[in-house]
């Protein structure tokens, strides 16, 4: 197998990939060609078929295929020129090689969130969260083995529980740390924020949005789902519902970003930030295991708009 983050400029290759997107388009001169991304476990690439001739075979997306290629460099990213296409056949292929997993022990980063449920004072959040994350095995399931994005950050397999548990902790690291923040409302809200992850993004291996992902989006999955499961609850107070529905609309802290509303309450500006700064460690963290391994630099990072360097001295 020749992962996708072994790849050279200049090299020739004959390998298994899966396709995630695929369409035909034309060039300025009005002729077809095939362009697509293909993925493994360790990344995406974009492909082009510049001739679509009988060796480029039938095939969807979603489909493993068997490309014939050479790596080239355009716009400073690898890109493949494609030669040969067909579909591949079962047992040429090994799912897993198709699957980013995370690096860490699901069960232990699981049995962790399950610790900081058990830490909630209110009885009315600790059944809330009881109901979700331990009795719901549906929603149990898909939180562990989701990912946090499509490609951004924590992309793979666990990423949604791991990017989860760090926020949470991150927000009981700072609650104590200022006025008028309750951590009961904070904790709960950081382990709901990207719940309707579960329903916006498929599983892998095609990981990609669904029709709700794209039409409603995580945050307003998350925020109907909470509201039907307070619903579930005796005597859940209608003020601690819009508290928490205030913390899980506002998380992406800008209009711009995809909030409906900015944050307004402590427990809802301390997990933006505390989402925000997860999620572009980890790019850092991310691009920097990616990097060349003969340079500190790692190069240039489009989502944070910068060149990022790895600290030896």
Known sequence: MRYIEDLKDGENIIVHYLCKKKETLKTKSGKNYMSMILGDRTGTISAKAWTLNNDIQN?????????????????????????????????????????PT?????????????EMIQSIENTHIGQLLTNIFV????????FLQHSAARSMHHSYMGGLC???????????????????????????????????KIYELSDFPENDYTDDGKLLGHIYIGNE?????????????????????????????K??????????????????????TDAHVKMVEEALEKGPATSEWAGYNRVLARDLRKSNF
């Open 162 to 196: 791991e990017h989860t548990l760090s926020v949470a902790q991150i927000c009981d690291f700072l609650a104590p740390r200022y006025k008028f923040v309750n951590r009961d409302l904070l904790i709960c809200a950081a382990l709901l924020h990207d719940i309707g």
């Open 225 to 253: 789902l909470i509201g039907e499961e307070v619903a579930k609850i005796d005597g859940f107070p209608p003020a601690l519902k819009s508290l928490l529905q205030h913390c899980i609309l506002s998380h992406h802290g």
């Open 102 to 114: 995370t690096d860490k022990d699901v069960n232990a980063l699981y049995a962790a969130v399950c």
């Open 59 to 99: 095939f969807e997306t979603g489909d493993f295929i068997k490309v014939e290629a050479t790596v080239v460099t355009y716009v400073d990213d690898l890109q493949l020129n494609v030669r040969k296409i067909r579909k591949s056949m079962e047992g040429e292929y090994l799912p897993a090689d198709y699957i």
């Open 255 to 276: 209009h711009e970003f995809g909030s409906p509303i900015l944050p307004k309450t402590m427990e809802a500006m301390i997990l933006s930030y505390a989402d925000i």
């Open 135 to 142: 009795e719901n095995q549906e929603i149990k399931g898909a």
